[in-house]
């Protein structure tokens, strides 16, 4: 028979499971209201390119647009999370260099080249060519 303690330790495990639960739940639903305002602005943007990023165990897919003024970035991760980021954009020699608008401690950035692949680099190379999708 299970001791009192192994019953309350049962106990406290289960509502910390159903508490993680609805903050599942909430971060979900919370999520679907986020994205929601995006499918009224579809009409208004000008997509630049989808790619996937196929590298071993990543799958994510990759949306760069502009609308208006502004380049976005948007990426739906292969666990289902997304991200969408304002880019700032600087044309080089070797492309279009797209930096995220909120900054990257480690001076990663995308680069855009004239042929519309997606570029992965760094402050010293660019690393991966993202797969056109």
């Given at each position: 028979m299970d001791s009192m303690a192994e019953v309350i330790q049962d106990e406290c495990s289960q509502t910390e499971s159903r508490e993680l639960l609805e903050v599942i739940k909430m971060s979900v639903v919370e999520k679907r209201q986020r994205l929601s305002w995006q499918e009224k602005d579809v009409v208004s943007r000008e997509v630049v390119g989808r790619w996937i990023d196929d590298r071993h165990c990543v799958g994510d897919k990759i949306t760069l647009y502009r609308q208006g003024q502004k380049i976005f970035l948007e990426t739906w991760y292969s666990d289902g999370c997304h991200s969408l980021d304002e880019m700032m954009s600087t044309q080089t020699e070797d492309g279009l260099k797209l930096e995220d608008k909120g900054g990257n401690i480690f001076g990663e950035y995308f680069l855009l080249s004239a042929?519309?692949?997606?570029?992965?680099?760094?402050?010293?190379?660019?690393?991966?060519?993202?797969?056109?999708?």
């Open positions: 042929e519309n692949h997606l570029r992965f680099c760094n402050s010293s190379e660019c690393f991966y060519t993202a797969k056109a999708a």
